[in-house]
């Protein structure tokens, strides 16, 4: 009797074990894989194959993957660094961001740009869904979930994606067979490669706001990445990517002034160095001026690598062989994706 209970229990968790392993295997067959289309989504969890040895981080929106490059930056200045950004990031998902990373390297620096300031609530699911689906799980993807979910949302369908992709059947592609088990690598460094032009245009005209203060939550999140830096005994460093458009409000750069005066950060409003960066919109912007192409990162890494290298002591690696293996090598094929992307 105690041997056909035993077979029995056996059984039933063989069933259970079989039906877990489906359900996990369907549930990632669903997932979007954010390989050709919504790339961006994938940015972030590419890094968790190149964790580690980096003396920068970025966190931010795209106008840090859009617009800065680590392998220029390694190029120029011998930095070596990763963006860890993602589509609309909202501040507390930078905050959750960098306590993630910090779980696996501590860098010298960690470079936030506060484009994010400007928004004290989610935006939509889609936004988050591209910032937290490819995440690892940790207790900070769980606080960032749960400090991003719209009201539509639920914390299962996070932990369980079949919930929300169920209806993907339908839209599934040779893609998501091909990108089962490993996502396409289709940044360099977190970085959005863009050589195509399209230059400035129409512009809609600067409007005066009602109110150009920073929500209380952006202030608290900030606080807390402050803190969190100067407790990893790491440099917290404020930018403002370049940009022609959303604009970037004269209340908005006093207000950033001000809190890194008071807190002893620095801060650079790249919006205000366009001439000094040699930026020309008409060329070097892939969206009208809303993001950089490959010609005006080039540009803006090599100002912007300049302030890193010697205000901020960043080491130049370019000599160190084990590092100028790895980067001799993402630069060879970084160059011919230039090439590739330019026609040539």
Not at 40 to 61: C, R
Not at 150 to 176: C, K, M, N
Not at 197 to 224: E, N
Request: charge should be negative; hydrophobic fraction near 40%; aromatic fraction near 14%.
């Amino acid at each position: 009797m105690e041997k056909k209970k035993l077979t029995t229990v056996l059984l039933v968790l063989a069933v259970l074990l079989v039906f877990a392993a489906v359900f996990c295997l369907v549930s990632r067959l669903l997932e979007p894989k954010y390989a050709t289309d919504l790339v961006e989504g994938s940015f972030l969890p590419q890094y968790y194959k190149e964790a580690g040895g980096h003396d920068v981080i970025f966190v931010g929106d795209c106008e840090v993957y859009a617009n800065f490059s680590p392998l220029e930056l390694y190029r120029d200045y011998g930095i070596t660094s990763y963006i860890r950004g993602s589509s609309q990031q909202l501040i507390w998902q930078s905050y959750y961001v960098l306590e993630e990373t910090f779980r696996y390297e501590i860098p010298k620096a960690v470079v936030f740009n506060v484009n994010a300031m400007r928004y004290s609530e989610p935006v939509s699911e889609a936004y988050n869904r591209l910032t937290m689906d490819g995440l690892r799980w940790s207790s900070s993807k769980v606080k960032m979930i749960l400090a991003s979910m719209t009201e539509e949302e639920t914390f299962w369908s996070y932990v369980f994606p079949i919930l929300r992709y169920h209806a993907r059947f339908d839209e599934l592609t040779g893609e998501d067979l091909a990108y089962f088990f490993s996502g396409r690598d289709n940044s360099w460094n977190g970085y959005q490669l863009h050589t195509g032009v399209k230059a400035v245009g129409h512009l809609p005209s600067k409007r005066p706001l009602a109110d150009y203060a920073f929500g209380d939550i952006c202030y608290d999140y900030l606080d807390k990445m402050a803190s969190l830096c100067a407790e990893k005994g790491v440099e917290l460093i404020l930018i403002k990517a370049p940009s022609l458009y959303p604009y970037w409000y004269e209340q908005y750069d006093a207000q950033i002034a001000a809190y890194a005066a008071e807190h002893g950060l620095a801060y650079y409003d790249l919006t205000q160095a366009v001439e000094d960066i040699g930026l020309d919109f008409q060329t070097d912007t892939y969206d009208a001026g809303l993001h950089l192409n490959y010609s005006g990162t080039v540009k803006l890494c090599k100002y912007f690598g300049r302030i890193l290298a010697e205000k901020h002591d960043c080491t130049d690696h370019r000599e160190d062989p084990a590092v100028q293996a790895v980067y001799e090598e993402k630069l060879r094929q970084y160059d011919a994706e230039v090439q590739k992307q330019k026609g040539n």
